[in-house]
């Protein structure tokens, strides 16, 4: 049997990875059954179970992309010029970059991956993994603003990062919820309002 090229492999992944994630965006991850992703995808079972064995195989690397996605988001790539702490909406959101919440779709995936991650000991270790990193990178957006005299110094930076990684999840969730109604410049500018409120 000739082997296929390792482009119409990764090509196949792909089509069952997007099946599928249209299918969780739909159902759930638990109401989806692997049918439904046969289905979606329009392939046999045979062709998917070659590139994954089960339900919670996909599961994992749509969470792993997901969680990719979240790790890029907070990437910044001039840390000498950082974006305004009350701008770390636009990094989430995306100016220069495919954005993360620019669809109700995106955002219902990743509150999924959340939630599966209460089960999944390792997905877990993963997620916790990228927020690690995203903290990380918004900390040092932090003390980028503090050397700058934006911020006061003795502000702790990880207090400072972990919330605003919590207004960004709070706004994921609102748009998972809301969907388009959870408006993105009126949520940008009620932080940049509460921002700067002075003590």
């Not at 969780?24 to 046999?44: C, I, K, W, Y």
């Not at 997901?66 to 990437?75: D, N, T």
């Not at 950082?82 to 779709?105: N, Q």
Request: net charge negative; charged share 30%.
């Amino acid at each position: 049997m000739a082997r296929m090229p390792k482009e119409h492999l990764e090509a196949r992944r792909r089509q069952i990875l997007d099946a599928a994630r249209r299918c969780f965006v739909r159902n759930g991850f638990h109401a989806t059954s692997m049918q439904d992703v046969l289905a979606e995808a329009g392939l046999s079972a045979g062709a998917v179970y070659r590139y994954f064995k089960g339900k919670d195989d996909i599961i994992a690397a749509i969470a792993s992309e997901s969680l990719g996605e979240v790790a890029a988001a907070f990437r910044v790539d001039d840390a000498e010029r950082p974006p305004g702490l009350d701008d770390i909406v636009d990094l989430l959101l995306g100016v220069d970059r495919p954005p993360l919440a620019a669809s109700e779709e995106s955002a219902r995936l990743l509150i999924q991956v959340w939630s599966e991650a209460l089960r999944s000991p390792s997905l877990s270790e993963k997620l916790h993994e990228v927020m690690e990193e995203a903290r990380a990178v918004v900390g040092d957006l932090v003390r980028a603003h503090q050397r700058r005299g934006l911020l006061p110094a003795d502000v702790p930076v990880e207090e400072v990062a972990g919330v605003l990684v919590a207004v960004v999840h709070g706004f994921l969730v609102q748009r998972a919820v809301y969907g388009g109604r959870a408006d993105t410049a009126a949520f940008r500018d009620g932080l940049r309002a509460l921002m700067s409120v002075k003590r």
